[in-house]
């Protein structure tokens, strides 16, 4: 038995085409996402009823990698019926495997509903990554709430 060159051409051909285009899609991939670095114990806050003002609040990180974080920025921000930002800027560092408590400063301004979000930016394998916190509850008069109830 003869294999015929012309058949040997194609099902090379076929071959060769067929790990270029494997190649191709191996090396264009997009890099898989780092798993975070940070993780937020509680990033969703509600505040439940509050009065208008300012409020502290406080928000975990938790460092889930065995090298320390820098945490190098928080950006304040204002959404709907609120601003919100940390009571302290400026960087510093989670140990490995350890925590760190954000406090942020929750200004409430009318009542209705309010909801806000504050953004975390740390170096994680020489990236800027962002984990995001938000608050939300109702702003409602002054007297209408318990504030020693709400959370």
């Known amino acids: 038995m003869t294999i015929k060159p012309a058949l040997l051409f194609g099902v090379a051909?076929?071959?060769?085409?067929?790990?270029?285009?494997w190649r191709y899609r191996v090396e264009t991939a997009?890099?898989?996402a780092p798993t975070p670095a940070l993780r937020a114990e509680q990033a969703d806050l509600d505040l439940g009823e509050r009065p208008p003002g300012d409020v502290a609040v406080r928000f975990r990180l938790l460092n889930v990698t065995s090298r320390p974080i820098r945490v190098v920025g928080q950006s304040p921000c204002?959404?709907?019926?609120?601003?919100?930002?940390?009571?302290?800027?400026?960087?510093?560092?989670?140990?490995a495997n350890g925590?760190?408590?954000?406090?942020?400063?929750?200004?409430?301004?009318?009542?209705?509903?309010?909801e806000c979000p504050m953004y975390?930016?740390?170096?994680?394998d020489g990236r800027y990554e962002q984990i995001k916190?938000?608050?939300?509850?109702?702003?409602?008069?002054?007297?209408?709430?318990d504030v020693k109830a709400a959370p």
């Open 13 to 21: 051909s076929v071959v060769l085409a067929a790990l270029g285009v």
């Open 99 to 114: 925590s760190a408590v954000i406090v942020a400063e929750a200004s409430l301004l009318d009542p209705g509903p309010f």
């Open 30 to 32: 997009p890099p898989e």
């Open 78 to 95: 204002c959404g709907k019926n609120s601003c919100l930002g940390p009571a302290e800027m400026g960087p510093f560092e989670i140990e």
């Open 120 to 124: 975390i930016t740390y170096l994680q």
């Open 133 to 145: 916190f938000t608050i939300k509850g109702t702003c409602v008069a002054p007297g209408a709430v």
